[in-house]
């Protein structure tokens, strides 16, 4: 079974989003990118290949980069853990094996 959660986990304390960033999950726009991205990465982590708590990260920042929001080539499926150590966040794992995603 693949889980793909948006939730927090217990390890992991996470700042509120912000109400601009739910409403923007919730649009069927975004939707449709993460469902793309997720389904052409197989449901696998593209760092680590876990098929668990799978997010999906812009490459490159959206702020500046607006137009870039829903290309899928700007996507990229990451566990959360892998997704955690891009953004610098506390995480279990030790190596990321692709330093050239921001």
Do not use: W
Request: proline fraction near 2%.
């Amino acid at each position: 079974m693949i889980q793909i959660s948006s939730t927090v986990s217990n390890k992991t304390k996470r700042p509120k989003k912000t109400r601009r960033a739910e409403g923007f999950r919730k649009d069927s726009k975004y939707l449709a990118f993460r469902d793309a991205v997720l389904k052409r990465d197989k449901y696998h982590c593209r760092k680590c290949n876990s098929n668990k708590k799978l997010t999906v990260h812009h490459i490159k920042y959206l702020k500046g980069n607006e137009g870039l929001a829903y290309e899928t080539k700007n996507g990229i499926t990451l566990c959360r853990e892998c997704h955690d150590l891009r953004h610098n966040k506390k995480s279990t794992k030790s190596t990321i094996k692709n330093p050239l995603l921001h």
